[in-house]
């Protein structure tokens, strides 16, 4: 898998939530299903990202 899946088995827990990243054993089977049910369930949202720009340095885009 790429370099973008970098919190494979995080967890998270609070009192209300428990989120559990995937282990590495079922990447494969996350990035096959996200990439044929993303497009038959979702219809594009345009996004706008504003007042980045002083963050940008800490990123070293700039």
């Given at each position: 898998m790429?370099?973008?899946?970098?919190?494979?088995?995080?967890?998270?827990?609070?009192?209300?939530?428990?989120?559990?990243l995937?282990?590495l054993?079922?990447?494969?089977?996350?990035?096959?299903?996200?990439?044929?049910?993303?497009?038959?369930?979702?219809?594009?949202?345009?996004?706008?990202?504003?007042?980045?720009?002083?963050?940008?340095?800490?990123?070293?885009l700039?």
């Amino acid at each position: 898998m790429p370099d973008h899946w970098p919190l494979f088995k995080l967890r998270l827990s609070t009192p209300r939530l428990q989120l559990r990243l995937p282990t590495l054993r079922g990447r494969r089977t996350i990035g096959r299903r996200l990439r044929l049910d993303h497009g038959a369930f979702t219809s594009p949202i345009p996004v706008g990202i504003h007042g980045l720009e002083p963050c940008l340095p800490h990123f070293g885009l700039r």
